[in-house]
T-cell receptor, first 115, second 119 residues
């Protein structure tokens, strides 16, 4: 298993540009989520999905869109990039509920710089 | 109020010694989960250990153990026999509420503790 993969690893955008951060997992996990990590603030939840076709907002959803057309993929779209979106973005997935299934596994992250 | 508080921005430990990283949490839920993750300088998030709120025994995973004190709302990570490779940022996180169906169970992270292991 490749686990959770993210592309690109690093991206530079200009203010106002749009882009999509890709996330895929090959573990057949139902639950997927996107976090951003900023210095001194830990990780904060942007959006999450509990299955194909079902998404919802997390703690900091403004400026981001998600969709979940398949179990494997959960892309994050930046509609109009702003410098405040400069951050490291992590995608995570987990199988379900219960002790053995609720642990979240993270991708390697995407470093985004918005100029 | 902070949901997860890690009061130690940085910790130092001598190789082969044990170290405790502090974590306190705040929730009114009866069902919740507590996690510790390690983030080395390479940036990935590595799951270390999990404790459920109804677990009666402290969780252990190899050299990692979680000192769970429910009444005090603390979930400290204990690393025994520290190794140089343990130098990293460590995050405590909590899942509140249901962890299934459409509730998802949002994971809230603390701000992290940087651990440095000296030879």
């Amino acid at each position: 298993n490749a686990g959770v993969t993210q592309t690109p690893k690093f991206q530079v955008l200009k203010t106002g540009q749009s882009m999509t951060l890709q996330c895929a997992q090959d573990m057949n996990h139902e639950y997927m989520s996107w976090y951003r990590q900023d210095p001194g603030m830990g990780l904060r939840l942007i959006h999450y999905s509990v299955g194909a076709g079902i998404t919802d907002q997390g703690e900091v959803p403004n400026g981001y869109n998600v969709s979940r057309s398949t179990t494997e993929d959960f892309p994050l779209r930046l509609l109009s990039a702003a410098p405040s979106q400069t951050s490291v973005y992590f995608c995570a997935s987990r199988r379900g509920q219960g002790r053995e299934q609720e642990t979240q596994y993270f991708g390697p992250g995407t470093r985004l710089l918005v100029l | 109020a902070q949901k997860i508080t890690q009061t130690q921005p940085g910790m130092f430990v001598q190789e082969k010694e044990a170290v405790t990283l502090d974590c306190t949490y705040d929730t009114s839920d009866q069902s919740y989960g507590l996690f510790w993750y390690k983030q080395p300088s390479s940036g990935e998030m590595i799951f270390l250990i999990y404790q459920g709120s109804y677990d009666e025994q402290n969780a252990t995973e190899g050299r990692y153990s979680l000192n769970f004190q429910k009444a005090r709302k603390s979930a400290n990570l204990v690393i025994s026999a520290s190794q140089l490779g343990d130098s990293a940022m460590y995050f405590c996180a909590m899942r509140e509420g249901d962890a299934g169906g459409t509730s998802y169970g949002k994971l809230t992270f603390g701000q992290g503790t940087i651990l440095t292991v000296h030879p």
